[in-house]
C-alpha cells in the first residue's frame, strides 16, 4: 500500500515524542524511555493522566483520587510526591529539561516542552480525512492515521475510570477509519492494499 510514511523524525522544534497506542514510549533526541524502561506502573499512570489533561494543572488530590479510587492509604500525597521524584528522575536520563512542573493549580506536564503525540496526529489525519473529497488523497492521508495506531490507548491503564474515556474516543476513531478506507480501497478495486490492510487490522486487532 501505496502512501507518504509518516516522519519517525522530531524536528527540531519538537522535544519530545510520546506515542501511547499499544503502549507507552517517550522519545528525545537523547533516548528513549518505555514503559518496561520506568519498572513501575504507577509512575507510567502518573505520567499519562497528567498528558492527557496537559491543558490544565491537577492538585495531588485530584491525581490521588484517580490512582486510587478503589483503595485506601494512609498517605496518598506522600505516595505521589515519591512516584513524581522517580518519573522526574528517570526523564533526566533522556532530555535534560524538566518533565513536570508545579503550579499554583497543581502538577502539569511542562507547558515549554513542546510534545508530539500519536494519537494528536491520529486524530488531526482522520479529521482531515473526514472533508478530503479526492478518494486517492483521502485513502492516503486514512492509511497515515492506520499506520500510527499500534493498538488501544495506552492499554496498561485498561479499565481505569480516568483512562476509559480517552480510550474509548481514540478507538472508535479508529473503528471508523477502517470502514472507510477498507470501503475506499473496494470502491477503488485496490485488492492486494486491501488484503494487506486487511491483515493489518486482524493483527491489531484479532478478535
Same mark, same amino acid.
Given at each position: 500500500?501505496?502512501?507518504?510514511?509518516?516522519?519517525?523524525?522530531?524536528?527540531? #522544534?519538537?522535544?519530545?515524542? $510520546?506515542?501511547?497506542?499499544? /503502549?507507552?514510549? !517517550?522519545?528525545? @533526541?537523547?533516548?528513549?524511555? +518505555?514503559?518496561?524502561?520506568?519498572?513501575?506502573?504507577?509512575?507510567?499512570?502518573?505520567?499519562?493522566?497528567?498528558?492527557?489533561?496537559?491543558?490544565?494543572?491537577?492538585?495531588?488530590?485530584?491525581?490521588?483520587?484517580?490512582?486510587?479510587?478503589?483503595?485506601?492509604?494512609?498517605?496518598?500525597?506522600?505516595?505521589?510526591?515519591?512516584?513524581?521524584?522517580?518519573?522526574?528522575?528517570?526523564?533526566?536520563?533522556?532530555? #535534560?529539561?524538566?518533565?513536570? $512542573?508545579?503550579?499554583?493549580? /497543581?502538577?502539569? !506536564?511542562?507547558? @515549554?516542552?513542546?510534545?508530539? +503525540?500519536?494519537?494528536?496526529?491520529?486524530?488531526?489525519?482522520?479529521?482531515?480525512?473526514?472533508?478530503?473529497?479526492?478518494?486517492?488523497?483521502?485513502?492516503?492521508?486514512?492509511?497515515?492515521?492506520?499506520?500510527?495506531?499500534?493498538?488501544?490507548?495506552?492499554?496498561?491503564?485498561?479499565?481505569?475510570?480516568?483512562?476509559?474515556?480517552?480510550?474509548?474516543?481514540?478507538?472508535?476513531?479508529?473503528?471508523?477509519?477502517? #470502514?472507510?478506507?477498507?470501503?475506499?480501497?473496494?470502491?477503488?478495486?485496490?485488492?492486494?492494499?486491501?488484503?494487506?490492510?486487511?491483515?493489518?487490522?486482524?493483527?491489531?486487532?484479532?478478535?
Amino acid at each position: 500500500m501505496k502512501a507518504a510514511v509518516p516522519s519517525e523524525k522530531r524536528t527540531e #522544534d519538537v522535544d519530545m515524542t $510520546v506515542n501511547l497506542f499499544g /503502549g507507552l514510549e !517517550i522519545c528525545t @533526541k537523547q533516548g528513549k524511555l +518505555t514503559e518496561a524502561d520506568m519498572k513501575s506502573p504507577l509512575c507510567s499512570k502518573v505520567f499519562v493522566l497528567l498528558l492527557l489533561n496537559c491543558h490544565r494543572g491537577m492538585s495531588a488530590k485530584e491525581i490521588s483520587e484517580k490512582l486510587w479510587s478503589d483503595k485506601e492509604y494512609d498517605n496518598p500525597t506522600g505516595n505521589l510526591r515519591s512516584l513524581l521524584y522517580r518519573l522526574r528522575t528517570m526523564f533526566r536520563l533522556i532530555s #535534560d529539561d524538566a518533565l513536570i $512542573v508545579t503550579t499554583t493549580n /497543581g502538577y502539569r !506536564i511542562n507547558q @515549554k516542552l513542546h510534545i508530539r +503525540t500519536d494519537y494528536e496526529e491520529f486524530r488531526k489525519l482522520c479529521e482531515s480525512a473526514a472533508i478530503i473529497l479526492d478518494v486517492n488523497e483521502k485513502i492516503g492521508v486514512l492509511t497515515n492515521a492506520m499506520m500510527l495506531y499500534r493498538g488501544k490507548l495506552f492499554p496498561s491503564a485498561n479499565g481505569d475510570h480516568w483512562q476509559i474515556s480517552h480510550s474509548s474516543q481514540y478507538h472508535l476513531m479508529y473503528l471508523k477509519a477502517v #470502514d472507510d478506507l477498507s470501503e475506499l480501497l473496494q470502491k477503488m478495486e485496490k485488492h492486494e492494499d486491501l488484503y494487506e490492510f486487511s491483515l493489518k487490522v486482524v493483527n491489531i486487532e484479532p478478535n
